[in-house]
């Protein structure tokens, strides 16, 4: 891959007060790996949207804490009602902006990393829009 074409992202950790912060749970499943899906395509195609490393929250660095602390929205994407993300968010002391449970919006958990790109198309698209009506810290 040619490094010059990667599109490089804003540092979260010196920009976090400008952006939208999202951390996916990514779990092994298909929900879970839409809800990765989702996160990377927000970061990709909205402005000021940032995926972050949950697994660093809930391993407990305090520089990826501050992160989640510090976005101007915090976005939580689950893959199924176990609500990993969001346990993981909570125990660090923070509440999201925004949480979504994949599972919850019609879409099965099956045993499978694969998916549909649509669903995955129809989720992000319902978080712009829902966010569309919340506010910027
Ligand atoms: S929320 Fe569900 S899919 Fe995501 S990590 Fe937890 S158990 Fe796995």
Known sequence: MNEKKWQLLPAC?????????????????????????????????????????????????RAHTDIARKARRLIVINGCQMECASKIVRNAGIEPTYEITVAKEGVDKLSTLDFDDQEVERIAAKIVKDLNKKPVR
């Open 13 to 61: 950790g010196k920009e976090a007060e400008n952006l939208d912060i999202i951390l996916a749970c990514d779990g092994a499943s298909s929900v879970g790996q839409i809800g990765h899906e989702v996160a990377v395509k927000l970061t990709k195609e909205e402005d000021r949207a940032r995926m972050c490393c949950i697994t660093a929250i809930g391993a407990g660095s």
